[in-house]
């Protein structure tokens, strides 16, 4: 093995973090309204895609999955994303419907975890995101059936061509496709701080209320 073909050092792979301390009194009282303060400070640094978040499922025999997904909303009910119910991520759902949902603003030394239960959205409501898409995009969750075996590129291009003949205007919204509403019963805020001293608060779903508390990091 030659000097170039070494597989690169990663322990000296390091930042320093600096940030804001995150102290409780300085919270909101509940974690969703906590997200919008720090999701308009994702937006306002610059962050590309600060929706962009990794989802984590499993099967129902403990197999796990993570891939990225687009937040599409998100209110005191819950956290919405959409997706094909036929990929590996639906039928994990339908499966075991709970997931994890890990917002990754390292340009602002932040991360967001939530977890919860995860329910489908009623089909009106995804019909009126769907017919908001583009239409290519209408037309791409017709010709991809996400997650199955492909042949080829070309057979995947051909089938997208099929289908924007088919409906040159307004295509439908297939019965394989909808949203996903993650209803957190718990919440994670981390601020990165120097010396690997960060800050880590939870909020916990309980019988009278959200609960806060401090996790060592």
């Known amino acids: 093995m030659n000097a170039t073909s070494r597989p690169p050092s990663l322990a000296g792979l390091r930042r320093t973090y600096e940030g804001e301390p995150l102290i409780e009194g300085d919270l909101a009282a509940d974690p969703v309204t906590q997200f919008t303060l720090w999701f308009a400070d994702a937006v306002a640094a610059g962050l590309p895609e600060p929706n962009a978040v990794v989802l984590a499922t499993s099967s129902a025999g403990g197999r796990p999955s993570a891939r990225t997904v687009l937040l599409k909303g998100f209110d005191q009910r819950g956290f919405v994303f959409y997706t094909n119910y036929e990929s590996r991520k639906g039928r994990d759902l339908a499966e075991n419907p709970r997931a994890c949902l890990m917002f990754p603003w390292h340009q602002i ?109």
Do not use: C, K, N
């Not at 991360?111 to 959205?121: A, P, S």
């Not at 019909?127 to 995009?137: C, I, N, T």
């Not at 075996?149 to 307004?170: G, K, N, Q």
């Open 109 to 217: 030394r932040r991360q967001v975890r939530v977890e919860g239960q995860v329910v489908r959205l009623p089909r009106e409501d995804s019909a009126a995101y769907f017919h908001s898409r583009p239409y290519g995009s209408r037309i791409g969750a017709w010709a991809s059936r996400q997650s199955a075996v492909v042949a080829s590129r070309e057979e995947l291009d051909a089938r997208y061509v099929e289908l924007a003949d088919r409906w040159p205007e307004d295509p439908p919204m297939p019965d394989f496709w909808g949203g996903f509403r993650v209803i957190p019963t718990e919440v994670e805020f981390w601020q990165g701080q120097t010396d690997r001293m960060h800050d880590r608060l939870r909020y916990r779903r309980t019988a009278v209320g959200w609960v806060l508390e401090r996790l060592a990091p």
